[in-house]
Each structure stands twice: as structure tokens, then as C-alpha cells.
């Protein structure tokens, strides 16, 4: 009985570390994918889970970024738009932004003319206003 008991504990030991380690890894939702130093530019690796999309934001300068929102064939194009212009309204804290587009924008009649065209991510460069 007594060594039942000891197994028990120990078990209920592991259960409460384990979920312990699982909370910890849920904790912070973005990813540093590269190290920023002098010569590098910080790119992060984020997940929103209001538009559910994947994202990656690279800082260029003090006011400017790359927003890349990559594109997995279940969330809409009309989705990602919307994204990207409520990401770029956050980032630079009110209107003003400038959205220069470089790759990912569809026609308007893609999916008829080419149906199994795989979608690149769609990737602009954001220029806050100075304050």
C-alpha cells in the first residue's frame, strides 16, 4: 500500500511539472527568429489569432517595417488585406502610414483562370509618419 501511494505522488509530481513547462511555452505568442545586433535586423515570427494568420514583422528603421502575412490557402485574400492595413494602423499608431505593396495581391479573377495557382505571401513595406 505504502509504495502505491509513493507512485502516486510521484506521478502527480510529474503531471503538475509537465503542465507546468506546457504553460510556460504558451506564454509569450511570438518567436525571435534571428538575434538582433548591430549589423542584423530583428524578424519576428507572430501568430494573430483574431484574423487567424501568420505573420512576420521586420523592423527596417525607427519608422519603417516589412510586414509579410503568409499566405496557407484556408484564410482568405480579402482577410489578409484587412490584416495587413489593421497591423500597419497598430504599428504606427493612428493613419498617416505609408503601404507601398511588393508581392501577393491578386486578380480579381485568379482562382477561374489559374485554379491551382499557389498564392505568395503577401509582403509590404510600412513607413510610419514621424511625430
Known amino acids: ?17 509537465f503542465a ?9 505568442s511570438s518567436l525571435l527568429v534571428q538575434q538582433p545586433s ?7 515570427s507572430l501568430w494573430d489569432f483574431d484574423h487567424e494568420v501568420r505573420y512576420n514583422k521586420t523592423k527596417l528603421a525607427d519608422n519603417k517595417y516589412q510586414l509579410e502575412v503568409e499566405a496557407n490557402g484556408q484564410v482568405a485574400f480579402e ?10 494602423y497598430q504599428l504606427c499608431r ?22 491551382n495557382l499557389i498564392m505568395s505571401n503577401l509582403k509590404a513595406n510600412l513607413e510610419c509618419p514621424r511625430s
Open 94 to 115: 493612428g493613419y498617416g502610414f505609408q503601404l507601398e505593396m511588393l508581392d501577393g495581391i491578386e486578380s480579381f479573377d485568379h482562382y477561374r483562370a489559374t485554379p
Open 38 to 44: 548591430q549589423n542584423t535586423t530583428e524578424i519576428l
Open 1 to 17: 500500500m505504502l509504495q502505491f501511494l509513493n507512485q502516486s505522488k510521484i506521478h502527480c509530481v510529474f503531471c503538475i511539472v
Open 79 to 88: 482577410r489578409l488585406a484587412t490584416f495587413l492595413l489593421r497591423k500597419s
Open 20 to 28: 507546468g513547462f506546457m504553460l510556460a511555452g504558451c506564454q509569450n
